[in-house]
């Protein structure tokens, strides 16, 4: 490796990432990088913030400009340095995924102006709770009551992107992505154990007039929006482990989750 080590334990860790990276600059950005997502910072989504500089004014500072090239432009395979991190998750009796924990799919966005970047488009942001410009990533997380880590991440792309739009073979809505992801997350072996407890996953199907919050009472029942249809929502549930209810090992079935009762 060239360049100084990154701090305390982190080192040892990075170190075990060495051989995915053919440059010392790439070993070293990926430290960099590591230790801007990890040091106490009020935000890690930009270069600047990343590298510890002023936003705006310190964009060409050089330690901002390395992660810039580092995570726009530089050739290692992000998909070949994430297999490895979710190993060592699994491996590690205190990460590694048991009963108590859950298979969370999540899919986040953040806003972004234009339309030339890649995956942009004007789709529902959940974390701004409306429909705007921006780039949402489909996310699989292990979860219990004391931590969660990521698994695996596929950004959507909307279907202008496509020559074909939607017909386009390359074109997979938010809940195929969904589903591809619990089978990668299983075949990782980080999906739920048999026993484990049942993905939490809504599928509402055609909605009756919607609450000013965007949820609707079906038979007393409150369910959340989604377009998933019932072609996708069969591939989705057969990603999901055998609820403990159905197998008389206690517990009881969940309300407001998978297809919405017929009107």
């Known amino acids: 490796m060239s360049g100084p080590p990154a701090p305390g334990p982190l080192e040892a860790y990075?170190?075990?990432?060495d051989g995915l990276f053919s440059t010392p600059a790439q070993r070293r950005g990926f430290r960099e990088y590591l230790a801007g997502l990890l040091l106490p910072r009020d935000r890690n989504k930009t270069p600047t913030?990343?590298?510890?500089?002023?936003?705006?004014?310190?964009?060409q500072h050089p330690a901002v400009q390395r992660l810039q090239f580092f995570l726009s432009a530089s050739t290692w395979d992000h998909e070949r340095v994430n297999s490895p991190r979710v190993e060592l998750l699994l491996a590690d009796p205190a990460t590694a995924p048991h009963p108590g924990g859950v298979l969370v799919i999540h899919d986040s966005g953040d806003r972004k102006d234009g339309k030339a970047t890649a995956h942009v488009g004007r789709q529902w942001l959940g974390?701004?709770?409306k429909t705007d410009n921006g780039i949402?990533?489909?996310?699989?997380?292990?979860?219990?009551e004391n931590f969660y880590h990521p698994l695996h991440a596929v950004p959507y792309s909307p279907a202008h992107h496509f020559p074909k739009g939607k017909s386009h073979p390359d074109f997979r809505t938010k809940l195929q992505?969904?589903?591809?992801?619990?089978g990668t997350a299983k075949a990782a072996g980080g999906g739920l154990p048999r026993h484990g407890r049942r993905l939490r996953l809504r599928r509402p199907g055609q909605?009756?007039?919607?609450t000013r919050r965007g949820r609707a009472a079906v038979n007393?029942?409150?369910?959340?929006?989604?377009?998933?249809?019932?072609?996708e929502w069969v591939v989705v549930r057969?990603?999901?482990?055998?609820p403990a209810w159905l197998e008389g090992r206690g517990g009881q079935p969940e309300t407001g989750h998978g297809p919405k009762p017929r009107q």
Do not use: H, K, Y
């Open 49 to 59: 913030c990343l590298a510890g500089t002023e936003p705006v004014v310190g964009a």
């Open 220 to 231: 007393g029942v409150r369910w959340c929006p989604s377009d998933m249809t019932d072609a």
């Open 14 to 17: 990075a170190a075990r990432f």
């Open 136 to 144: 949402v990533t489909v996310t699989t997380c292990w979860a219990d």
């Open 177 to 182: 992505i969904a589903a591809e992801l619990a």
């Open 238 to 242: 057969n990603a999901l482990p055998v």
């Open 207 to 210: 909605l009756p007039q919607a």
């Open 127 to 129: 974390r701004l709770g």
